[in-house]
């Protein structure tokens, strides 16, 4: 269903397959799910991973030239899959994308050092889980040690800012992972706010918060993180960047909207949001044209989906 939707939709997919097994991770070990996690859950990392390769034996691990969808893998965090389960998720993503959600709040880092003696980043890394196709998310509360770890593995990172606001997690330490080696990337994490351009512009604005200084991640860098960081993280390496080669995916910012108008085009980064999103090409498909998706009205699409689901 998720990948018709996605065709439909004019998305290209990367479905990112998560190992979820236990309820959180405590100062004595993993919890059980509670009633609502059961459903994330394959019972055991066996299990997940019979499921995962059925899942990915229907899609070509490194899609031909118009192929829309690959499979990847995700251990959803070290509070979620025990460590000597980890190694079972690292081989079966071999040659794949693969996730992990790391050390979004500093509890998850408080268990994991006494349960473990080690920081989630540690565990990882000695789990063979880090690495360039490995892209870490959030990687908010971190050790000098893991970020050096990170960066010299070039693992990615995937930032959420409006996800880590909303959660009250903290500010991550994103000037200091590119200059450590990581390529930084961005997500929502959530469906309260999809806005890309304002993820882009609050990795800057997060550092200034922390950091008291301004321009501390340039402009460049954001875009990169939009877009060909973005795609390397879920496994299309021929998509993100304008070169003769690269996949046709394109997208056009209106310059006289209320934000934009006066902007330098350098500048859109910091003053656009994505309803001044005006064309998207997809593989060389027009999914956007003058702000109108194919589908017609998203937003009224979505309002007419979800409002069932409260009655
Ligand atoms: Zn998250």
Redesign the pocket.
Known sequence: VLVEAASAAGIRLTLLDTCYLAGGLGPNGHLPLDPVQKRFSDGDAAGWRRRFTLLADRFDPTPSRTGAVRVGAAIHSVRAVAATDIPTVVAAAEGRPLHV?LS?QPSENAACQSYYGATPTALLHVSGVLGPSTTA??ATHLTDDDISLLGTSSTAVCF?PT?ERDLADGIGPARRLLDAGSRPCL?T?QHALTDLLEEARALEMDERLASGERGRIELSQLVEALTVHGQRSIGWVDAGELRVGARADLVAVRMDSPRTAGSLVSQVVMSASAADVDAVIVDGRTVVEGGRHVLGNVGGLLQSSIEPLWR
């Open positions: 959600h979004e998310v959030h959420c996800t997500g994490d």
